[in-house]
């Protein structure tokens, strides 16, 4: 199922760090935060190819269940196989996703006020996490 964190309290300015590796044969991960699995403040969903989507990374809110619009990102600075480092913070307004060379930035449509809740899954292997 992956990674998952419960009983967080991040606050606006602090970063959810998740080191991990990219599987070789990745079709696509995705790294949430939030509340919980139905209230997220962020799905950030990196597909090589999957759902019909090649190279792709799409964003997304999800509130009390209920998927919001779809972002689909231009950059994908993401290879199969590859060592990544993702640094997520947010303030009142947007959620930043910082990878080496790129930063996406979605906006915080809930309006959530903390990061209680993180989950990794999909093709992707967690090395590390760090919350600063
Ligand atoms: C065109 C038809 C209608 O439009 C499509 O409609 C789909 C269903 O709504 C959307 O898809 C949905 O989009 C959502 C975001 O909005 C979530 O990503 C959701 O996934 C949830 C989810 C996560 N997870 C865990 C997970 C996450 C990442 C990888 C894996 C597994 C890797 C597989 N590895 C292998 N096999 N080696 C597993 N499981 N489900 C996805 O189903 C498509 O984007 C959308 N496409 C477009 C262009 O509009």
Redesign the pocket.
Known sequence: K?LVVTQLDVQPGECVKVKGKI?S??????VNVGKDSSTLML?F?PRFD????VNTV?C?SKEDGT?GE?D?KADFPFQQGDKVEICISFDAAEVKVKVPEVEFEFPNRLGMEKIQYLAV???FKVKAIKFS
Request: net charge negative; proline share 0%; with cysteine.
């Open positions: 992956g599987l044969d990745a079709k696509g991960f995705s799905h969903n999957c759902h019909g989507d799409v997304n998927w779809e689909r899954e999909g093709d």
